[in-house]
């Protein structure tokens, strides 16, 4: 009989086992190649490392749309919206407060007089992106598909036109300027390392099970007594955290926060990214920014022009050639590998699996 | 405990496919649900599992009134049902299409884990554990989906034609199969079933739907002899 078979195994000990080490190496062969980018681009040039700690904050972001977008197969457009609720809120609760007076006259009084830590600046954008998802989320998470695309633009729009016009608290069309700059390769580095971790811990989760289950059928999902409506909303929250986190971090990395800069064209350049690298695993969300963001570098030097060796010529490539290659490589995967480069799969010793 | 449907009623549009059905399923009793296509068999099964909320009549589980329960619900209380196309979890393993549903009744992640490779050694499924789901026979797919049924720790199971696309062979097994489970486990087990050998051998009452009405109900020998199924049923040749 296997129905009243008491629950015996401990759940402490469960990583400790032979099968649960082996399920912790995909989490491991990631951090470790995040250190090992963190470690050599420390060693380069300051023009080098900024482009590296560009790239760990794609990798925030792109993690973050992961954690909902893969493990729930409904599409999201908004994330992007997140990562300014974040940028926001860290800006008005760390920038100092004679910056403020310049830029936002209108604040109320008690935020105009108000500067807090870095760390609880950064903590407050997360939690308040998570918030807002939790909000925003109770409606449209029994959407999927078509449905679920439309509405999640629609709540991208609604961001941009309010932080757009809200002029007294966000500068409105202006941009608000004089953010700490306080990011650098090995802030950005770690925090790229903790949210892969978050992730990673979430899709061993049993919440995160029952909303791959739901990926796949949502119907049997529901007859195996699955929530559908609640994992898909954990998981939307956790990724709006983890894109707020990446939001605070590309304020404090430029300095200089444009409602544009949360817009269409990131979203549809970190959306490139999970597609292309494999939405399905977390492998797939490292390896895309890893991918395009090494590519798009390569393309922006090629479209400056780069000094051939030996002869005495230069190889230029016209303008807008980075935007075309990117879009070629979205409609080349989606036509032949929809997967994505990892197909799915997590990475293990013997490769992906 | 029963599960019992009163005077349900579900129309699509104009049309009637279930009507004024009233049927009882006791805990421990095996039940075939037959009737010829769009008789409102498999409507009739979407409404006991709350996959569909009927116009009129309503269902209890164990004397609760389910009024409102989401699907979700019904198959947390106990009402598990499987579906004619199995709906597996394909991007998933065969051992997780079964956690899935052991993590909804409340199991541990670890235990879970064990307790799915029990039940697939039960179903003769163990070596198909870490398979892909997408990649099993057409046999074996309909027993992982029986497997993730009875991972919900059915009192209610309700089997959407267990055995179509099955050879007779296969058909007789899975008959072996269901009548095991409701020994070792004493759910009632509701089956919709076309294959009249398989039904008459396991059910012990039968429930005959006709363009969404109860046309007959009794044990297989009763409703075998029943003038109106004979008609209604089997056709001008019986």
């Given at each position: 009989m296997i129905r009243h078979e008491?629950?015996?195994?401990?759940?402490?000990?469960?990583?400790?086992?032979?099968?649960?080490?082996?399920?912790?190496?995909?989490?491991?062969?990631?951090?470790?190649?995040?250190?090992?980018?963190?470690?050599?681009?420390?060693?380069?040039?300051?023009?080098?490392?900024?482009?590296?700690?560009?790239?760990?904050?794609?990798?925030?972001?792109?993690?973050?749309?992961?954690?909902?977008?893969?493990?729930?197969?409904?599409?999201?457009?908004?994330?992007?919206?997140?990562?300014?609720?974040?940028?926001?809120?860290?800006?008005?609760?760390?920038?100092?407060?004679?910056?403020?007076?310049?830029?936002?006259?209108?604040?109320?009084?008690?935020?105009?007089?108000?500067?807090?830590d870095p760390v609880v600046g950064a903590l407050a954008g997360g939690f308040a992106a998570a918030l807002v998802a939790l909000v925003v989320g109770l409606p449209i998470m029994r959407l999927s598909g078509i449905g679920a695309g439309i509405a999640t633009l629609s709540v991208l729009i609604i961001f941009y036109i309010v932080l757009g016009n809200w002029t007294g608290v966000t500068g409105g069309q202006r941009s608000l300027m004089g953010l700490p700059t306080y990011v650098t390769i090995w802030n950005a580095g770690l925090a790229a390392i903790g949210a892969i971790v978050l992730a990673?811990?979430?899709?061993?989760?049993?919440?995160?099970?029952?909303?791959?289950?739901?990926?796949?059928?949502?119907?049997?999902?529901?007859?195996?007594?699955?929530?559908?409506?609640?994992?898909?909303?954990?998981?939307?929250?956790?990724?709006?955290?983890?894109?707020?986190?990446?939001?605070?971090?590309?304020?404090?990395?430029?300095?200089?926060?444009?409602?544009?800069?949360?817009?269409?064209?990131?979203?549809?350049?970190?959306?490139?990214?999970?597609?292309?690298?494999?939405?399905?695993?977390?492998?797939?969300?490292?390896?895309?920014v890893i991918v395009i963001s090494t590519l798009t570098e390569l393309l922006r030097l090629l479209e400056i022009g780069v000094r051939l060796p030996g002869i005495d010529a230069a190889l230029k490539a016209p303008a807008g050639l980075g935007d075309v290659v990117l879009a070629a490589m979205m409609l080349g995967i989606i036509l032949f590998r929809p997967q994505g480069i990892t197909g799915g799969r997590e990475i293990t010793l013997r490769g992906l699996r | 405990m029963e599960l019992e449907a009163s005077g349900v009623t579900v129309r699509f549009g104009g049309i009637r496919a279930v009507e004024d059905v009233s049927l009882r399923l006791a805990e421990g009793e095996i039940v075939g649900l037959i009737g010829p296509n769009g008789a409102g068999k498999t409507t009739l099964v979407n409404v006991l599992s709350g996959f569909q909320r009927p116009r009129t009549g309503q269902i209890r589980v164990g004397g609760e009134n389910a009024r409102g329960w989401s699907a979700h619900a019904f198959a947390r209380r106990g009402v598990v049902r499987t579906f004619q196309a199995v709906r597996l979890f394909s991007g998933l393993t065969v051992a997780e299409n079964v956690e899935t549903?052991?993590?909804?009744?409340?199991?541990?992640?670890?235990?879970?884990?064990?307790?799915?490779?029990?039940?697939?050694?039960?179903?003769?499924?163990?070596?198909?554990?870490?398979?892909?789901?997408?990649?099993?026979?057409?046999?074996?797919?309909?027993?992982?989906?029986?497997?993730?049924?009875?991972?919900?720790?059915p009192k209610f199971l309700l089997l959407d034609e267990p055995a179509a696309g099955l050879n007779i062979g296969e058909a007789e097994e899975l008959g072996k199969t269901i009548a095991g489970i409701r020994d070792d486990f004493g759910c009632g087990t509701l089956v919709i079933e076309h294959n009249m050998?398989?039904?008459?051998?396991?059910?012990?009452?039968?429930?005959?739907?006709?363009?969404?009405?109860?046309?007959?109900?009794?044990?297989?020998?009763?409703?075998?002899?029943?003038?109106?199924?004979?008609?209604a049923y089997l056709g001008a040749a019986a």
């Open positions: 008491a629950d015996t195994s401990a759940r402490s000990d469960r990583w400790l086992t032979p099968d649960g080490l082996a399920r912790l190496v995909p989490l491991f062969i990631l951090v470790v190649v995040v250190a090992a980018v963190m470690l050599a681009a420390s060693q380069l040039g300051i023009v080098q490392q900024r482009r590296v700690t560009f790239g760990f904050i794609s990798l925030i972001t792109v993690v973050g749309l992961y954690v909902f977008m893969g493990n729930s197969g409904v599409l999201n457009f908004s994330f992007v919206g997140f990562m300014a609720i974040g940028a926001y809120v860290s800006a008005l609760l760390t920038m100092r407060p004679q910056v403020k007076a310049t830029f936002l006259r209108d604040l109320p009084d008690w935020l105009a007089a108000a500067q807090f990673f811990v979430y899709q061993e989760s049993r919440s995160c099970l029952a909303l791959r289950a739901s990926r796949e059928d949502e119907v049997a999902a529901r007859a195996a007594g699955v929530r559908v409506v609640r994992e898909r909303l954990t998981a939307f929250v956790l990724g709006a955290f983890i894109c707020g986190m990446a939001g605070v971090f590309y304020g404090h990395f430029l300095g200089t926060l444009r409602v544009e800069n949360f817009y269409l064209d990131p979203t549809f350049l970190y959306i490139t990214m999970l597609v292309v690298g494999g939405m399905r695993s977390l492998t797939g969300a490292v390896l895309g | 549903a052991l993590l909804s009744t409340g199991v541990g992640r670890a235990a879970a884990r064990t307790r799915a490779r029990d039940i697939l050694g039960y179903l003769h499924l163990a070596e198909r554990a870490d398979m892909g789901a997408s990649a099993l026979s057409y046999g074996d797919e309909r027993r992982v989906g029986i497997a993730r049924a009875l991972a919900m720790e050998a398989l039904v008459t051998n396991l059910c012990e009452r039968l429930h005959v739907l006709a363009t969404g009405r109860t046309l007959a109900e009794g044990t297989p020998a009763e409703v075998m002899s029943n003038p109106a199924f004979k008609d």
